[in-house]
């Protein structure tokens, strides 16, 4: 009696010790699948000058990072107004507008999103925050797995996207080193309201133009990839409340809550939607833009140095582009395929109020969750290969002048 006694506390004690063991373990994952939210998009971000991070409270880092972004800013401004003026008062034909637009447009689309980033801060912090409040945020082991998958999708993506970009920005700088440098010009044509015959102005003008071209690289490299991730993050969330629908034990608490969370899912997107959709758009205008450009280029250039940069910076371009399109489209099949999901549950065994929970998700998931860039364009599979056609007719277009 007194052995089987001391086994029953024994086994007590061992099961109340491994249940500590289970919850120190989950708070471990949920802390770590909080710190991984989108921790390598927005270290891009931060050293683009885009995010101030949120750690950063002090007096002394905020006006640092401020005059850090200001610095950066300039730079791109600066380029971009050299470019503009040297198309308005020096090009004379097709092949030196093509010439100087690509890199102009770029830069001024990386102008445009430091600007943007920089002064919707409170926003993007808002939206971020969202993604680690309820009903967002992973409650259960396997919910938290979901998470760190996707997170581990976007950090991967933007790695190669990062790869891709940096490998362009160095042909780009080392062909105009052996090239341009060694004939005493600059790696892009631009109007210059001095003389940088001098040696001393001649390289810090082409350090200038090297500097913009790299920042504005990093600026849209960064800011595309944090998008992105915002968009896969909605189709995480759409695959955590598959989860919960498919959780066997269900109160009328956790229904309302599933019913609650679709609908913020909805908000979320269309929050996201709203607060980059000028940016999105800019970018789709530019990339059309730049993508005729560099095929003008292209045809009329030989087999020579400048072709292999020329060829990266348009598969840059298409990259950009294809992202947006791709993650956007995948969404939209996802909140999509919600719908069936459900479907293939156990109806049969299943509550009349879980049925009734059920159809209302359905019925609200009939309508997808669609991106648009201010309206103008579907972020979808069809409109990329729209841009392509776009940009072919204006290639021909230019032949032609």
């Not at 990093?218 to 995480?236: E, K, R, S, W, Y």
């Amino acid at each position: 009696m007194g052995n089987s006694y001391f086994r029953q506390i024994i086994i007590s004690n061992d099961s109340t010790v491994q249940k500590k063991l289970d919850v120190i373990r989950h708070d471990k994952v949920e802390d770590r699948a909080k710190t991984d939210l989108l921790k390598l998009t927005l270290a891009f971000l931060t050293i683009s000058g885009c995010w101030r991070p949120v750690s950063w409270t002090s007096l002394y880092k905020y006006r640092l990072y401020n005059i850090y972004t200001i610095t950066l800013i300039l730079l791109l401004y600066t380029f971009a107004v050299s470019q503009l003026m040297d198309i308005v008062l020096n090009v004379g034909n097709p092949e030196e507008f093509t010439s100087v637009l690509y890199i102009m447009m770029t830069v001024c689309v990386a102008s445009f999103k430091i600007s943007s980033m920089s002064t919707n801060r409170k926003n993007i912090s808002h939206i971020i925050n969202t993604l680690t409040d309820k009903p967002f945020k992973p409650m259960v082991t396997d919910e938290i797995k979901i998470r760190q998958n996707f997170d581990k999708m976007i950090r991967n993506n933007t790695l190669y996207c990062f790869v891709l970009v940096g490998s362009t920005c160095v042909c780009i700088a080392l062909t105009s080193l052996f090239t341009n440098f060694r004939r005493g010009n600059l790696t892009y044509e631009a109007w210059l309201p001095f003389n940088y015959s001098s040696p001393v102005l001649f390289y810090l003008t082409y350090a200038h133009q090297l500097t913009s071209m790299a920042t504005s690289a990093l600026v849209n490299l960064a800011c595309d990839c944090f998008i992105c991730g915002l968009l896969m993050h909605v189709c995480c969330q759409i695959e955590i409340l598959e989860y919960r629908l498919n959780n066997k034990s269900h109160t009328r608490e956790t229904l309302r809550d599933c019913v609650r969370h679709h609908d913020l899912i909805f908000d979320f997107a269309s929050v996201v939607n709203e607060k980059f959709a000028k940016i999105i758009a800019i970018q789709f205008i530019t990339s059309t833009l730049v993508v005729c450009s560099n095929l003008y280029q292209l045809a009329q250039t030989t087999l020579s140095a400048e072709y292999l940069p020329l060829a990266l910076y348009t598969v840059c371009m298409l990259i950009e582009i294809f992202i947006y399109c791709w993650f956007g489209n995948e969404v939209k099949l996802k909140s999509l395929q919600l719908t069936d999901r459900i479907f293939e549950m156990n109806w049969p065994k299943l509550n009349n109020s879980f049925k009734k929970t059920l159809i209302m998700i359905m019925n609200r998931a009939t309508i997808p969750i669609e991106f648009t860039s201010a309206y103008l364009f579907s972020m979808n599979l069809e409109s990329f290969v729209g841009l392509l056609r776009t940009s072919y007719s204006a290639y021909t277009l230019l032949q032609r002048l």
